[in-house]
T-cell receptor, first 112, second 115 residues
Framework: GNSVTQMEGPVTLSEEAFLTINCTYT??????LFWYVQYPGEGLQLLLK?????DKGSNKGFEATYRKETTSFHLEKGSVQVSDSAVYFC???????????FGEGTQLTVNP | DTGVSQNPRHKITKRGQNVTFRCDPI?????LYWYRQTLGQGPEFLTY????????KSRLLSDRFSAERPKGSFSTLEIQRTEQGDSAMYLC?????????????FGQGTRLTVV
C-alpha cells in the first residue's frame, strides 16, 4: 500500500537558518504530493503541492520538488522565521479527491 | 464561508459510553473525509463520502465506528462502547471534486479522551 516517510525527530533551528525536511514515499503510478502545516492550536493547512514529476510547489518561501526517480518531495526554505514554528506533514494522494496518506510529521522550532 | 466546523472541540467520556461527533463542511463541497490523529503521528484515514454515499472505509474503522452523511451536507461520526485506545483527535476535511487538483480543507478537530 501507499506510505510516506518523513525524517525522524524534531528540528530546532535559529532564525534565518536553512531548512530541509526530508520526505520519501511509496506508491504506484503518479500520485499528487502535498505538504501540510499545523500551527499550534489550529487545523491542518495546505502549504504547497505538486501533481506531476518535476513539478515544484512553492508558497510563503517554502519549496518542494516532486522527484519521481528518488520518490521524494523534500521541503526547503532558505531562511526560516520564528513564525514558521509548527508541525509539517508530507502527504500523498493516489487520485484526485481520494484519501490522503500522511507521514508522521516533523516538529519545527525556530528560535530567535 | 467559515471553513470546516467540528463539534464538540473536546469530549471526555467514560469507557463503554457512546460518543458522536459532528462535522459541517464548506458549503457545496461534495466530498467529506474523516481522519484520526494520535499524539506524535500523522492523520490516518478513516472514511470518506461523496455527497451522501460512503465511498471508502479504512480497516481502522471497526464495527464500533459508524459515519453518516444523510443529506450530503453535515456528517456524524459515532463511536460505540468507547475504549481507551479510541482517545485521539478526530479530524474532518472537505473538498470540491469537480476538477483536477482539488484541495482538502481541514477542521480543527474533536479531541476525544476516554477515561
Amino acid at each position: 500500500g501507499n506510505s510516506v516517510t518523513q525524517m525522524e525527530g524534531p528540528v530546532t533551528l535559529s532564525e534565518e537558518a536553512f531548512l530541509t525536511i526530508n520526505c520519501t514515499y511509496t506508491a504506484t503510478g503518479y500520485p499528487s504530493l502535498f505538504w501540510y502545516v499545523q500551527y499550534p492550536g489550529e487545523g491542518l493547512q495546505l502549504l504547497l503541492k505538486a501533481t506531476k514529476a518535476d513539478d515544484k510547489g512553492s508558497n510563503k518561501g517554502f519549496e518542494a520538488t516532486y522527484r519521481k526517480e528518488t520518490t521524494s518531495f523534500h521541503l526547503e526554505k532558505g531562511s526560516v522565521q520564528v513564525s514558521d514554528s509548527a508541525v509539517y506533514f508530507c502527504a500523498l494522494q493516489q487520485t484526485s479527491g481520494s484519501r490522503l496518506t500522511f507521514g508522521e510529521g516533523t516538529q519545527l522550532t525556530v528560535n530567535p | 464561508d467559515t471553513g470546516v466546523s467540528q463539534n464538540p472541540r473536546h469530549k471526555i467520556t467514560k469507557r463503554g459510553q457512546n460518543v458522536t461527533f459532528r462535522c459541517d463542511p464548506i458549503s457545496e463541497h461534495n466530498r467529506l473525509y474523516w481522519y484520526r490523529q494520535t499524539l506524535g503521528q500523522g492523520p490516518e484515514f478513516l472514511t470518506y463520502f461523496q455527497n451522501e454515499a460512503q465511498l471508502e472505509k479504512s480497516r481502522l474503522l471497526s464495527d464500533r465506528f459508524s459515519a453518516e452523511r444523510p443529506k450530503g451536507s453535515f456528517s456524524t461520526l459515532e463511536i460505540q462502547r468507547t475504549e481507551q485506545g479510541d482517545s485521539a483527535m478526530y479530524l474532518c476535511a472537505s473538498s470540491l471534486v469537480r476538477q483536477m487538483n482539488t484541495e482538502a480543507f481541514f477542521g480543527q478537530g474533536t479531541r476525544l479522551t476516554v477515561v
